[in-house]
């Protein structure tokens, strides 16, 4: 690697988690330190490869008010450009961070007292992270309910903590569906198989006249749930907010 494109790695990895096969959880330290960005923000982290550097957005998963690193929730893509290259950093390596977080998927726009519904599929969980990791989004909130969709049991990152999150907080609700497994019947987050059965939920079940809705992830996900929400009187962007990963 030639020097001109050493001096575009920026960041080193300080933690990786392995949460599954090509499933995985990634800090950064960005040589500058971490720039203040909003929670549900995404940054662009890059690798060089054959053609040079190669870039993609992430969103944040740690909060705003973490200083000591950046956090990613990452999947590799069978067949993809960049997620491959990520899937093989490990702690130390040099990578690419862009300086500015960047997105308007974030709460600043929503009223102080509306119900929050984050709803994810996959990694799509990551920018809710950072919302539920930061105080000031949970505060005076009155319920927040983190919905996480995906394939296998072992997918479930961050569950613990969500569990945590939900046992001390009597307004926080979190329900998980797991779609390609049998149903889990001993742990009491796993409430179906499908997003669709999560909304049905009493706990979680959205109000149009008092919730807002946030969709992210996978985009055919995101265009079923928003029609379904659509049809129950949600309008975007007044109550209802996505961002698709693809
Ligand atoms: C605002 C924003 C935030 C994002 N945040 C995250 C994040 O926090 N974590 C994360 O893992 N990804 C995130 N992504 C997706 C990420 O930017 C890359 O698209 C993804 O890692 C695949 O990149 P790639 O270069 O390997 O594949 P590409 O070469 O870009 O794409 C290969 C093919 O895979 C499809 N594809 C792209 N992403 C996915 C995916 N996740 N699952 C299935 N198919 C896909 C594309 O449509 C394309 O056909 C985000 C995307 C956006 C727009
Ligand atoms: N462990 C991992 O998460 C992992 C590991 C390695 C690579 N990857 C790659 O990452 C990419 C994304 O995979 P992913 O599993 O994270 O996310 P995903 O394919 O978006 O699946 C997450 C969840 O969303 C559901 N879903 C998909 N479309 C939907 C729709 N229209 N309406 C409602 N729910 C819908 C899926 O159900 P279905 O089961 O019905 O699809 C699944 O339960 C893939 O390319 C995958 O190969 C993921």
């Known amino acids: 690697m030639n020097l ?11 933690e990786r988690v392995d949460l599954a096969a090509g499933l995985f959880i990634l800090r950064i330290v960005p040589d500058e330190g971490v720039a203040d960005f909003l929670p549900g923000q995404s940054l662009q982290l890059g690798c060089i490869t054959a053609d040079g550097l190669l870039t993609r957005p ?7 008010l973490e200083r000591r ?19 093989r950093v490990g702690v130390g390596d040099r990578i690419h961070v862009s300086a500015q977080a960047s997105g308007t998927f974030t709460l600043a726009s929503v009223p102080p007292d509306a119900g929050i519904i984050l709803i994810g599929s996959g990694t799509g969980l990551g920018p809710f992270m950072s919302m539920v990791r930061t105080p000031f989004c949970l505060e005076g909130r009155p319920r927040l309910c983190v919905l ?5 049991r072992a997918d479930l990152g961050y569950h613990d903590e969500l569990v945590a999150l ?9 329900l998980a ?3 390609r497994d049998a149903l889990d019947f001993a742990d009491p987050a796993v409430q179906g ?6 909304i049905a939920h009493s706990a979680c079940a959205p109000d149009p006249a008092a919730d807002h809705v946030f969709l992210c992830g996978n985009p055919q996900m995101i265009d079923h749930l928003a029609g379904v929400l659509t049809e129950r009187g949600f309008r975007a962007p007044h109550n209802l907010s ?4 693809w």
Request: zero cysteines.
């Open 69 to 87: 690193y950046v956090e990613f929730y990452v999947s590799s893509v069978r067949g993809g450009s960049l997620s491959p290259y990520l899937m």
């Open 193 to 198: 198989r499908r997003l669709e059965d999560l």
């Open 166 to 174: 939900a046992s001390r907080n009597s307004h926080f609700h979190y």
């Open 58 to 64: 992430y969103s944040i998963a740690s909060s705003p």
């Open 148 to 152: 996480h969709g995906v394939r296998h």
């Open 242 to 245: 996505f961002e698709k990963y």
């Open 4 to 14: 001109e494109a050493l001096s575009v790695l920026n960041a080193t990895v300080s």
């Open 177 to 179: 569906a797991v779609s």
